[in-house]
Structure formats: C-alpha cells, structure tokens
C-alpha cells in the first residue's frame, strides 16, 4: 500500500513548478498504478496551450475559476468548482484561469515525474523519474 500526503509531497521532488502552474505528483509511473496523479494549482490569469499528443489526461477543478477552449472547434467550456474535463482525443486546447484554479489530474501513461511542457504543449515519454 502506498500511502503519502500532499503536505510532504510538496516539500520534495515530486513538487513541479513551470510557467503558470505547479503541480504536486502524487503518483507516478514507478508507483505501478499504471496512472498518474496529481494536485496542480493554475495561477491566476495563466493562459496555458497544450496539446498531450501522448497522454491522456482527466482534470477535475476543485476550486477557482477558469475556461476551456477545445481547439477542434473554438468550443469553450466554464471551469469551476466541481467540473471535469477529460482529454480523451488528445485534444488540443488552452486554459484560462480568472482565479487559482485547483484541480486533481490524472495522466495515462503516468509521468515519470519531471515533466514540464515542450513547445508544443506536449509531455515526452521519456522524461526523467524522480526517485524518492
Ligand atoms: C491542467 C493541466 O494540464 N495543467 C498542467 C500541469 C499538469 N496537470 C501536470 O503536469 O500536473
């Protein structure tokens, strides 16, 4: 059984700080679930483009506020409290948060541990592990 808190997680390597957003990575390739885990804070006013073209990924918003935009269409979605998305076509889209946004992610494949984007807003599949 694995058992951690976010609290310590925070303190070590499996805290990730980038360009608008941070995220805690709870749970990661060497953990054997098969998924990745994470708490991630999106900064207030961040304008975030990515496009995980080899990753699935599910974000459920815990707090704060932001939108969506689904590239394919220019469709936006509302964020808040309670909303989840998930990138089930490897759908290429921006985030926008008005406040903190707080959201639980889940990443198939999981990251490794060190990823932060590439220019194309994409995660490789061979990123670094962290080892604690
Ligand atoms: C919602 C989202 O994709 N934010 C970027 C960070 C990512 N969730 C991560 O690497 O934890």
Same mark, same amino acid.
């Given at each position: 059984?694995? =058992? ?11 805290? /990730? ?22 708490i ?18 599910? =974000? ?45 992610? /889940? ?6 541990g ?19």
């Amino acid at each position: 059984m694995i =058992v951690r808190t976010l609290q310590e997680a925070e303190k070590n390597d499996r805290h /990730v700080i980038s360009e608008g957003w941070e995220s805690t990575r709870l749970l990661l390739k060497n953990d054997g679930m098969g998924f990745s885990f994470h708490i991630t804070t999106i900064h207030a006013d961040a304008n975030l483009s990515m496009h995980y073209q080899h990753h699935l990924e599910s =974000v459920y918003c815990l707090s704060g506020e932001g939108e969506i935009t689904d590239l394919a269409g220019n469709i936006v979605h509302p964020i808040k409290s309670g909303t989840l998305y998930a990138l089930d076509k490897h759908d290429k889209h921006i985030l926008c948060a008005f406040s903190e946004m707080k959201m639980v992610c /889940v990443f198939n494949p999981p990251l490794h541990g060190k990823e932060v984007h590439n220019t194309e807003g994409s995660y490789a599949l061979d990123a670094e592990a962290i080892t604690e």
